[in-house]
């Protein structure tokens, strides 16, 4: 499993328990060291390698030890980036950024030293698309993979599905991350082993089989976040809900009434063809 977006470990603590040896990336040195401590048995054990960095479009024919800068979010940890324009839409967004230098991972080079994961979860805030263009120097490929989901342009969006496309998935999933907390690891498992697991907030939850969203084509995932990018544009951050104070009062309520964030933000999911059902197989 590699963890691609690490953060406190909420992924990790799953995939762990499932069973699985897990290869973990994290660009805030404070956060790689507190997984370091959480999962000091796991890392021990060669359960779990951490690798610290940044995994950057700069790693593209970089010196060894080179260092990329990194806004480290004071405020919202899981919104570190390396992208600048996102830690300026940060601090509009009143949360205060620190710029720091952080050694640069070359990802395609951590793919060859680890092999390539069952299920690849990534969620590096704008630089998704780097581990995706990593990918496409491989012939293998994960059996599934994850991303977070453009929320602001359709268009990128489905650019997004059709890069998944290139690298061989067809089929998908949107899941939306605002209720995560609601997921159950299914009995009996269908992903590893047996884990009773209760998701914390930020973690992107189930994957793989144990998936309980329906897995869809294409042209049918599209049609679904054409659908999804209506209730971006009305209750989402240029909504007059999200400018209004009532409206988010409004918008709030309905969230305490519903369980789940309105709009929320999706992560797509993608999964190889079965062997089974691919062409000649």
């Given at each position: 499993?590699?963890?691609?977006?690490l953060?406190k470990g909420?992924?990790t603590e799953?995939?762990?328990?499932?069973?699985?040896?897990?290869?973990?990336?994290?660009?805030?040195?404070?956060l790689?060291a507190?997984?370091?401590?959480r999962?000091a048995?796991?890392?021990?054990?060669?359960?779990?390698?951490?690798v610290?960095?940044?995994?950057t479009?700069a790693?593209?024919?970089?010196a060894?030890?080179?260092?990329?800068?990194?806004?480290r979010?004071?405020?919202?940890?899981?919104?570190?980036?390396?992208v600048?324009?996102?830690?300026?839409r940060n601090?509009?967004?009143?949360?205060?950024?620190r710029?720091i230098?952080?050694?640069?991972?070359?990802?395609a080079?951590?793919l060859a030293?680890?092999?390539i994961?069952?299920?690849?979860?990534?969620?590096?805030e704008?630089?998704?698309?780097?581990?995706?263009?990593?990918?496409?120097?491989?012939a293998?490929?994960?059996?599934?993979?994850?991303?977070?989901?453009d929320k602001?342009?359709?268009?990128r969006?489905a650019?997004?599905?059709?890069?998944l496309q290139?690298?061989?998935?067809?089929?998908?999933?949107?899941?939306q991350?605002?209720?995560?907390?609601?997921?159950?690891?299914?009995?009996?498992?269908?992903?590893?082993?047996?884990?009773?697991?209760?998701?914390?907030?930020?973690?992107?939850?189930?994957?793989?089989?144990?998936?309980p969203?329906?897995?869809?084509?294409?042209?049918?995932i599209?049609?679904?976040?054409?659908?999804?990018?209506?209730r971006?544009?009305?209750f989402g951050d240029?909504?007059?809900f999200a400018r209004?104070?009532?409206?988010?009062?409004l918008?709030?309520?309905?969230?305490r009434?519903?369980g789940?964030?309105i709009?929320?933000w999706?992560?797509?999911?993608?999964?190889?063809?079965?062997p089974?059902?691919?062409?000649?197989g």
């Open positions: 499993m590699f963890d691609v977006g953060h909420e992924d799953f995939y762990l328990k499932k069973g699985f040896r897990v290869v973990a990336f994290e660009a805030d040195p404070d790689a507190h997984c370091r401590a999962f048995d796991a890392v021990r054990d060669q359960r779990l390698v951490i610290e960095g940044a995994i479009e790693a593209e024919g970089s060894p030890g080179g260092t990329v800068a990194f806004y979010n004071l405020d919202l940890s899981v919104w570190g980036t390396v600048a324009s996102w830690a300026d601090e509009r967004l009143g949360t205060r950024v710029r230098d952080v050694p640069v991972v070359d990802f080079a951590e030293r680890h092999g994961p069952h299920y690849l979860k990534i969620d590096i704008g630089c998704d698309g780097v581990c995706l263009a990593a990918l496409g120097r491989f293998e490929k994960p059996d599934y993979l994850s991303i977070e989901s602001k342009s359709f268009a969006l650019a997004e599905i059709e890069a290139a690298l061989g998935y067809t089929r998908f999933a949107a899941v991350q605002g209720a995560i907390q609601h997921q159950r690891p299914p009995e009996p498992p269908r992903e590893g082993v047996a884990a009773t697991h209760v998701f914390a907030r930020g973690a992107s939850g189930l994957f793989g089989r144990e998936l969203e329906a897995w869809l084509p294409a042209h049918r599209l049609a679904r976040y054409r659908r999804i990018f209506l971006y544009r009305l240029d909504s007059w209004n104070a009532l409206g988010r009062k918008l709030r309520a309905a969230e009434i519903t789940r964030r709009p929320g999706y992560d797509t999911h993608a999964h190889l063809p079965d089974e059902t691919a062409p000649g």
